[in-house]
């Protein structure tokens, strides 16, 4: 695997110890400014400075992975780079996501529009784009395979921590805003004395230390993923996501989510959401101020739910693609 997501977080969400991480940026999506908004000249900075970048990590990981001596796959999520990838390694390439970067830097204008073309250009070199639901148009000319609900399984949570939590007699609720995070008020959760919060524990030490001052706020154990608390949760408080309304709307999962309307992807994700999920939506201003309406009832989806395993069928595919070589 390659990214700079930190290693023992990617470990701790792969549950598995024998995957190598090769420490490598391939794309810059859009930097964001906290977990509910971008920043588009540091995004244009930073778009450039990869550009530079490139070559000599394309050169020294196409070296690592032919000293491998095995055969190679690509798989994207969704970085345009890995296209020549692929291409210096001839290895098949397959694009899996929801959206490319082409379609999120095109309605910005200006300085992205070139940005928007080369993606283009360089998600029409794949093979196979799987398909994830909450979906934009990438229009790539490819063959496809349309997923469901793309998302792992809850694994056994610590046993003590379990009947705690259940003990605790309490509507649980998960709160999420990315790997930013969200500084909140930790007061707001005292508004709301029926209901327990359960989050992953902040970055910063100062927001722990608040955190831990709130009876009604606990913070995840560190081999906790938010997917395995989430059959004791009846909702959860977050920013729109692709992998929380998977892993949501595979467990049954209510989504209060705050609105946010600075790329295209959101559109795509908040549309299938009332489609597809049982939810609410709240302002910033509402999230800001405690309003979060965890004591009304969820709107109904105006659609039938989405399919379940989605991650094993895109296994199967790239199985196949790979046994086709």
Same mark, same amino acid.
């Given at each position: 695997?390659?990214?700079? *997501?930190?290693?023992?977080?990617?470990?701790?969400?792969?549950?598995?110890?024998?995957?190598?991480?090769?420490?490598?940026?391939? #794309?810059?999506?859009?930097?964001?400014?906290?977990?509910?908004?971008?920043?588009?000249?540091? $995004?244009?900075?930073?778009?450039?400075?990869?550009?530079?970048?490139?070559? /000599?990590?394309?050169?020294?990981?196409?070296?690592?992975?032919?000293?491998?001596? #095995?055969? *190679?796959?690509?798989?994207? #999520?969704?970085?345009?780079?890995?296209?020549?990838?692929?291409?210096?390694? #001839?290895?098949?390439?397959?694009?899996?996501?929801?959206?490319?970067?082409?379609?999120?830097?095109?309605?910005?204008?200006?300085?992205?529009?070139?940005?928007?073309?080369?993606?283009?250009?360089?998600?029409?070199?794949?093979?196979?784009?799987?398909?994830?639901?909450? /979906? @934009?148009?990438?229009?790539? /000319?490819?063959?496809?395979?349309?997923?469901?609900?793309?998302?792992?399984?809850?694994?056994?949570?610590?046993? /003590?921590?379990?009947?705690?939590?259940?003990?605790?007699?309490? $509507?649980?609720?998960?709160?999420?805003?990315?790997?930013?995070?969200?500084?909140?008020?930790?007061?707001?959760?005292?508004?709301?004395?029926?209901?327990?919060?359960?989050?992953?524990?902040?970055?910063?030490?100062?927001?722990?230390?608040?955190?831990?001052?709130?009876?009604?706020?606990?913070?995840?154990?560190?081999?906790?993923?938010?997917?395995?608390?989430?059959?004791?949760?009846?909702?959860?408080?977050?920013?729109?996501?692709?992998?929380?309304?998977?892993?949501?709307?595979?467990?049954?999962?209510?989504?209060? *989510? *705050?609105?946010?309307?600075?790329?295209?992807?959101?559109?795509?994700?908040?549309?299938?959401?009332?489609?597809?999920?049982?939810?609410?939506?709240?302002?910033?201003?509402?999230?800001?101020?405690?309003?979060?309406?965890?004591?009304?009832? @969820?709107?109904?989806?105006?659609?039938?739910?989405?399919?379940?395993?989605?991650?094993?069928?895109?296994?199967?595919?790239?199985?196949?693609?790979?046994?086709?070589?």
């Amino acid at each position: 695997m390659s990214s700079v *997501v930190e290693p023992r977080f990617l470990r701790l969400l792969l549950g598995d110890n024998t995957i190598t991480i090769r420490p490598c940026r391939w #794309d810059v999506g859009m930097v964001q400014a906290d977990a509910l908004g971008v920043d588009r000249s540091q $995004t244009l900075a930073a778009l450039s400075d990869l550009e530079t970048a490139l070559p /000599d990590q394309l050169m020294g990981e196409v070296e690592w992975l032919r000293a491998q001596t #095995d055969s *190679v796959l690509i798989l994207g #999520d969704i970085p345009p780079a890995a296209a020549e990838l692929a291409d210096r390694l #001839d290895a098949p390439l397959v694009w899996m996501s929801n959206f490319g970067w082409d379609e999120i830097y095109r309605p910005l204008g200006g300085a992205f529009e070139p940005w928007a073309d080369a993606a283009l250009a360089q998600y029409k070199r794949g093979q196979l784009l799987l398909r994830c639901p909450f /979906d @934009l148009s990438m229009n790539w /000319d490819l063959q496809e395979l349309a997923l469901g609900l793309v998302c792992t399984s809850p694994r056994s949570l610590p046993s /003590d921590w379990e009947r705690a939590m259940i003990s605790l007699n309490r $509507t649980l609720v998960m709160v999420g805003f990315g790997g930013l995070g969200l500084p909140l008020d930790p007061k707001l959760f005292l508004l709301w004395p029926r209901h327990h919060f359960l989050m992953a524990p902040p970055a910063q030490a100062a927001h722990a230390l608040e955190g831990h001052q709130v009876p009604n706020l606990s913070f995840l154990p560190g081999s906790v993923r938010p997917i395995d608390a989430f059959p004791l949760c009846s909702r959860q408080l977050g920013k729109p996501g692709f992998s929380t309304f998977c892993e949501a709307l595979d467990q049954g999962v209510g989504l209060h *989510v *705050v609105e946010r309307r600075d790329f295209a992807e959101v559109a795509a994700l908040m549309d299938g959401l009332r489609r597809h999920g049982h939810h609410r939506v709240l302002t910033r201003d509402q999230l800001e101020r405690g309003d979060w309406q965890l004591d009304l009832p @969820l709107n109904a989806p105006e659609a039938r739910p989405l399919p379940q395993h989605g991650a094993q069928r895109a296994a199967d595919a790239l199985i196949a693609v790979a046994e086709a070589q």
